[in-house]
């Protein structure tokens, strides 16, 4: 397995016309007995699996493209390739394939396919019509090559006829002969006929034509044909920007000239497909589909081109990282690597894995780190693009080489003062955080700072930079091993070294919070603290979207972090904002805390009396059915919902009497409902406990006065104490008797006293309880729920039930 001929990739061509990379392998022609027929297999060359295994069948059209591509259909849109290592493998598989089939290995195609539509006419069709017959390549002709060329466009047999015969006849290359012939004589007429045919040429979708047209020989030739397009009054200057104005850059000088030629070649099919060609009509989409295979393999080959040449990305990387490279030599040099990471996207998975696994090797993360902070905006933008490419390959990478930088240390912190003026370039309200850095710069504190510092007035950067940082945080794409969780450990490092960062902005716009109480009621509740810059009211508000982000799925780190620094405070600051999406922003922050049903959240919201600024805010909105409105009403319709209690206790006790007049919507009435529910649900609750424990008083203190004759000590005073307890138990006694008479038939007349009462009626028997402290500790407690009502009582009772329902109410609107 180890001949390098018969090395080959297989691929697919998917339902977007994209080829999907199938594994590498080598191939082999050999008879299937259960296919009943000779077969191409490809089996991996990792673990020997069968990753193709096609019958060679007589009537399949078999395609051989740049000689090391084979080409073929088996089914409706199932298109398959083989791409070998050399081209002698290729010849080899090819020549088996037309063996097979019975027909020539010098052609490039085997079959002439045939659709459903030319079927049915296929009888009619004399003999001779497997030959088209081209005119003379002449100049008084081409007005009739041209016609000929539009003609079959809209008949697949007759397409791959005159491909056939344009390849026979080195055709190509004497039209263009032609087309020299008419610029020198300026033959307008006769230039307009050309680019009607050089375009139809390349409607016929073949690849063999395509070797021919875009050689070095040829191209420039093929791109003047279609300068000429005669909807236009002056031809188009094509070929003078390719030659002139687009200039080849060899950051690096590249010394294989075949992957130079490669290059040249790869950027002017793109230039013609993208710039030259019309974008093709319905009719015409499937016409280029063989070009976008051309470039995609080209840009594959490229690829694996210079990423098997070790000493020139070494090279690169080295001049990159060096101190001496001057800023245009550096860009040019970060220009590259953009470019190069974009070729790789053609790569499929496995390979695009090893690519940047071959980058990480060569330092391009710390390269990173340097180039991202310089002032160089083009430099910037570029190692974003670059970074952005790597987070959204492997998230796993950029924190594992994060978490290993040196940098990570509490050796030494430096607390810096950042002026952001030269960053925010229209910027009219100057933003000066305080950065809290370790002693070297990590790289995602540089992107974190990239993202503040964005000048760019829509701030299309900082989003960008925005979403990598959210990949990057998110628990989601984190891995899990045996040992460790990668999860705790990066989270851990961001929140120590990072957050402080992230949040400066917020921090420093929120720094005095201005009360309402300086306010008007009514009047405009506009902070002076707040950004009224609207850039800045854009960053904070792209903070505050990261931090809700972290609120859902940071549980454990973004709960300290809003405790320690009483974040939601100042983030309710921004309530206040004449920008409403700012206020919004804040808002849905509020919401995602309220939204967990955290009782530490919502302890810390009651202690911090956080809802005042959203209420305001609403009060502040008055009548207008706006999206803040809908968005405060939603926040309170949830707490009703969920039916979250502290927060409802806390919003009805100190802030219903502003609420109440608010009856578009029945939110704020509802909440005094679930109010008043639990209220009597308590009071209820407690009732019933009080008369359980008083019906169970015989058995607690039978249970009590048997375990007290076992106790020796201090015996003539507890002499005394049974004495007392004995009159008292006795008293209890008949005053049970007493009551369950009365249930029977009485007249309802006060014949019983409950336990309590006749544990306080008596002086001794008071002082004994309280001397020898009871277990059954409800004896005292029940002294206001009594079996019996006595008018002499109600004094004490109201007494007792304001000492028991003032600290129940304090709890809930405190805790």
Request: charged fraction near 30%.
């Amino acid at each position: 397995m180890s001949d390098t001929r018969r090395r080959v990739k297989v691929y697919t061509l998917n339902e977007d016309r994209q080829w999907d990379d199938r594994g590498t392998g080598h191939v082999s022609s050999t008879f299937v007995e259960r296919l009943k027929g000779t077969s191409l297999l490809v089996r991996a060359e990792s673990d020997g699996s069968l990753l193709l295994e096609s019958k060679i069948s007589p009537n399949t059209a078999y395609q051989k493209q740049q000689d090391t591509l084979i080409v073929w259909s088996e089914a409706d849109n199932y298109d398959l390739a083989l791409s070998f290592q050399e081209k002698a493998g290729c010849d080899e598989i090819w020549e088996k394939i037309c063996e097979v089939q019975g027909k020539d290995p010098a052609l490039d195609i085997t079959q002439d396919p045939i659709d459903e539509s030319e079927e049915e006419r296929t009888d009619e069709i004399p003999e001779t019509s497997h030959l088209v017959e081209l005119p003379p390549c002449e100049l008084g002709r081409l007005e009739e090559i041209a016609d000929l060329v539009t003609s079959v466009l809209s008949s697949p047999i007759r397409r791959e006829k005159l491909a056939l015969a344009l390849m026979n006849e080195d055709y190509i290359k004497k039209l263009l002969g032609l087309f020299r012939v008419c610029e020198d004589l300026d033959n307008r007429e006769g230039l307009h006929h050309l680019y009607e045919i050089v375009r139809g040429v390349l409607f016929l979708n073949k690849a063999a034509l395509f070797e021919v047209m875009f050689s070095d020989d040829c191209i420039m030739d093929v791109v003047g044909c279609l300068e000429y397009d005669p909807a236009l009054v002056q031809p188009k200057r094509h070929r003078e920007f390719l030659t002139k104005t687009a200039k080849f850059k060899e950051v690096i000088p590249i010394t294989d000239s075949e992957l130079r030629q490669k290059i040249h070649q790869t950027y002017r099919v793109q230039y013609i497909q993208d710039i030259i060609l019309p974008t093709p009509s319905l009719f015409e989409e499937n016409f280029l589909s063989t070009l976008n295979s051309f470039l995609f393999f080209n840009k594959v080959e490229i690829v694996s081109m210079l990423q098997e040449d070790e000493k020139f990305l070494t090279e690169v990387f080295a001049q990159l990282t060096d101190e001496a490279t001057d800023d245009s030599k550096r860009r040019e040099l970060v220009n590259f690597v953009k470019e190069f990471c974009a070729f790789s996207q053609t790569l499929q998975p496995q390979n695009r894995d090893a690519f940047f696994k071959t980058l990480a090797n060569l330092g391009i993360l710390p390269a990173l780190e340097i180039v991202m902070g310089m002032d160089d905006l083009q430099v910037r933008a570029a190692a974003t693009d670059i970074f952005s490419y790597l987070v959204e390959f492997s998230p796993s990478m950029v924190r594992e080489f994060v978490m290993q930088e040196p940098q990570q240390t509490d050796d030494v912190r430096v607390l810096t003062s950042v002026d952001l003026k030269p960053f925010k370039i229209h910027f009219s309200f100057l933003l000066t955080v305080h950065f809290l850095y370790v002693q070297d710069v990590l790289l995602i504190n540089v992107v974190i700072k990239q993202m503040i510092c964005d000048s760019d007035p829509e701030l299309g950067g900082a989003v960008q930079l925005m979403g990598l940082l959210r990949t990057l945080i998110d628990p989601e794409n984190m891995l899990a091993s045996t040992n460790k969780t990668e999860k705790t450990e990066f989270l851990s490092f961001f929140y120590k070294y990072c957050m402080h960062v992230l949040t400066a902005p917020l921090l420093a716009n929120t720094a005095h919070d201005k009360n309402s109480k300086e306010l008007q009621e009514g009047s405009a509740k506009i902070n002076p603290v707040c950004p009224d810059n609207f850039q800045t009211a854009q960053l904070l508000a792209l903070i505050l979207e990261l931090l809700t982000f972290c609120v859902e799925h940071h549980t454990y780190h973004i709960k300290t972090y809003i405790m320690n620094k009483d974040l939601l405070r100042r983030v309710l600051v921004l309530m206040n904002s004449k920008h409403t999406f700012l206020a919004l922003c804040a808002l849905r922050f509020m919401r995602r805390i309220i939204g967990l049903k955290d009782e530490y959240y919502n302890r810390y919201i009651i202690k911090g009396n956080l809802f005042e600024p959203v209420i305001n805010a609403l009060l502040d909105n008055g009548t207008r059915y706006n999206l803040l409105n809908s968005a405060i009403i939603e926040l309170f319709e949830f707490i009703k919902v969920e039916d979250i209690k502290s927060l409802i206790a806390h919003i009805v006790d100190n802030f219903y009497k502003a609420l109440e007049s608010i009856e578009y919507v029945q939110t704020f009435k509802g909440l005094k409902g679930r109010y008043e529910q639990e209220k009597d649900r308590q009071s209820q609750r407690l009732s019933s406990r009080y008369r359980r424990d008083a019906r169970s008083m015989d058995e607690d203190e039978e249970l009590w006065f048997n375990d007290d004759e076992d106790d020796d000590d201090g015996e003539p005073v507890e002499k005394r104490m049974e004495d007392d307890f004995s009159d008292s138990y006795g008293k209890y006694m008949e005053a049970k008797k007493g009551a369950a008479n009365g249930a029977n038939g009485a007249n309802g007349g006060k014949t019983g006293i409950p336990p309590s009462s006749a544990a306080v009626s008596s002086n001794s028997s008071t002082s004994s309880l309280k001397a020898v402290s009871l277990p059954a500790t409800p004896v005292v407690k029940t002294a206001v729920v009594g079996l019996v009502d006595y008018p002499d009582d109600e004094d004490d009772e109201e007494e007792d039930e304001e000492e028991e329902q003032t600290p129940r109410k304090r709890p809930r609107l405190s805790s």
